[in-house]
């Protein structure tokens, strides 16, 4: 177990409706990330975050907001959320000049 | 951006076989992962490999970063083996890991 711990594990939503995944570790790391998932496409990186406050956007980042308000919190926020991010969200921790962990997944379904 | 290609995309073979997978990137890259992912999902870390040759149990890698590219080895395959690899190369000058597309590996009892 390498401390990170995403949550929920299993969302079923609304077209239009707000959501929000944690992604919360107790290693102290200073690097945060938020993938998605997808059939044919492997892990895609939506947003990251090198630090409290500190974010930047990813290849896939539209249609997603993240928040870093404390070092051990990084939340992926879908304003509205449509049918094309159904996937599976991955959120992983690392520090500088040390290899990546992966939290467990959520798999979130707008319907 | 940084290409990550991964070689072959899928691959079935019998238990006891070998297997190579080949991952190739485009750019300088600071570092390089191999991750499992099992049937359930669960992306469980191999090796974590900048450059060189590391080997764990029947599992090895060797990263050769001047000419861009990492070999991921099993030997002696088990059908517990079985599910998608992937590597992750770390761009140089950002701390972002980059994806290859993956393979899918099928071991058969």
């Known amino acids: 177990d390498a401390g990170i711990t995403q949550s929920p594990r299993h969302k079923v939503t609304e077209t239009g409706t707000p959501v929000t995944l944690r992604c919360h570790q107790t290693e102290n790391h200073r690097y945060m990330y938020w993938y998605r998932q997808d059939p044919g496409h492997g892990l895609r990186l939506i947003h990251y975050?090198?630090?409290?406050?500190?974010?930047d956007k990813g290849e896939v980042s539209d249609g997603y907001s993240v928040s870093r308000s404390k070092t051990e919190d990084f939340l992926l926020t879908l304003e509205s959320a449509t049918s094309s991010q159904t996937s599976v969200y991955f959120c992983?921790?690392?520090?500088?000049?040390?290899?990546?962990?992966f939290g467990q997944g959520t798999r979130l379904t707008v319907v | 951006g940084i290409q990550v290609e991964q070689s072959p995309p899928d691959l079935i073979l019998q238990e006891g076989a070998n297997s190579t997978l080949r991952c190739n990137f485009s750019d300088s890259v600071n570092n390089l992962q191999w991750f499992h992912q099992n049937p359930w999902g669960q992306l469980i870390n191999l090796f974590y490999i900048p450059s060189g040759t590391k080997q764990n149990g029947r599992l090895s890698a060797t990263t050769v970063a001047t000419e861009r590219y990492s070999l991921l080895y099993i030997s002696s395959s088990q059908t517990t083996d079985s599910g998608v690899y992937f590597c992750a190369v770390l761009i140089q000058g950002a701390q972002k890991l980059v994806f290859g597309q993956g393979t899918r590996l099928t071991i058969n009892p």
């Open positions: 975050s090198y630090g409290v406050k500190d974010t």
């Open positions: 992983a921790i690392k520090s500088e000049n040390t290899e990546a962990f």
